[in-house]
C-alpha cells in the first residue's frame, strides 16, 4: 500500500495490482460512437 502524507497527515492511499492480459470473457461493450460535448446544439 502507498500513502501521500501531507502535514502529518495520510491524504491519499492506494492499493494496486496488476497482471498480465488473458484470454476470457469480456464484461464491457464497446462505446458507441456519440458526438463531442462541443459539437452539441446549444454548446457555446
Avoid: C, N, W
Wanted: proline letters at 14%; glycine letters at 10%; a neutral charge.
Amino acid at each position: 500500500m502507498r500513502k501521500a502524507i501531507q502535514h502529518g497527515r495520510t491524504m491519499f492511499a492506494m492499493s494496486v495490482s496488476f497482471h498480465i492480459g488473458e484470454p476470457g470473457y469480456d464484461h464491457q461493450i464497446t462505446m458507441p460512437k456519440v458526438p463531442f460535448p462541443e459539437d452539441l446544439p446549444g454548446s457555446p
